[in-house]
């Protein structure tokens, strides 16, 4: 073959490649942006499939999909999640939240004694009060003094209810934990909260109907 047939012939197939990888990134966007919305209406087994898909299409960038892990949590699939939320820690080490929900994991999956021992360590989160909610998770401050000790701000109320409720879910009581998430879920969160006051509504919604 010519050299120069066979330069065009390089060329086209990068370009090719070029195209493909466009139009998986396009489709893993769109996957994606459907995932979060089946989450967000309670379609968690729905949610779940796409976020896999995403993983599956962009490999890549899995480490970077903690709401994969939420939808996991809500499906039961408790060591998946687990193990998204320990790959999640790659790419940001120092987020209480996801220490958090990777305790949640591990607590439905064996016990909260293990997933206390097997609590993520993180950096410097500045955010208020998730220093507390770390010490809480780590069994150093109790969920009564998270909430007393934090600012009457809404942002810090919001988290504050979040994280007590769904710790109170880990270890086991269903009634402090639905009190604290109905708190969270309430509207005058919702823009503070954003994603996660999206999350706290879901679990009030999934929890009433008894999933």
């Known amino acids: 073959m010519p050299r120069r047939l066979i330069v065009h012939l390089i060329a086209v197939l990068a370009l090719a490649v070029t195209a493909n990888a466009q139009s998986t990134a396009e489709q893993a966007r769109a996957i994606y942006t459907r995932a979060v919305t089946d989450f ?7 949610s779940v499939d796409g976020f896999d898909e995403v993983a599956r299409l962009a490999p890549e960038e899995a480490p970077q999909l903690w709401q994969r892990g939420i939808a996991q949590y809500y499906a039961g699939r408790y060591r998946d999640c687990r193990a998204q939320f320990e790959s999640h820690r790659t790419v940001n080490p120092a987020d209480v939240e996801n220490a958090a929900w990777h305790f949640l994991c591990v607590a439905r999956a064996e016990s909260p004694k293990s997933a206390r021992a097997a609590l ?9 009060p998730m220093g507390e909610i770390y010490k ?22 919001f988290y504050a209810h979040l994280y007590v409720g769904l ?10 934990a ?3 998430m109905r708190i969270a879920s309430a509207e005058q969160y919702a823009a503070v909260g954003g994603y996660m006051h999206s999350v706290a ?8 109907a008894g999933k």
């Open 40 to 46: 967000l209406n309670g379609r968690i087994t729905s």
């Open 120 to 128: 993520l360590p993180v950096g410097p989160d500045s955010r208020v």
């Open 136 to 157: 809480m998770f780590g069994g150093r401050l109790k969920p009564e003094e998270v909430v007393a000790g934090t600012p009457a701000a809404p942002g810090p109320q």
């Open 167 to 176: 710790y109170f879910e880990a270890i086991g009581d269903k009634a402090r």
């Open 178 to 180: 639905l009190e604290h």
């Open 201 to 208: 509504r879901v679990h009030v919604q999934l929890r009433e």
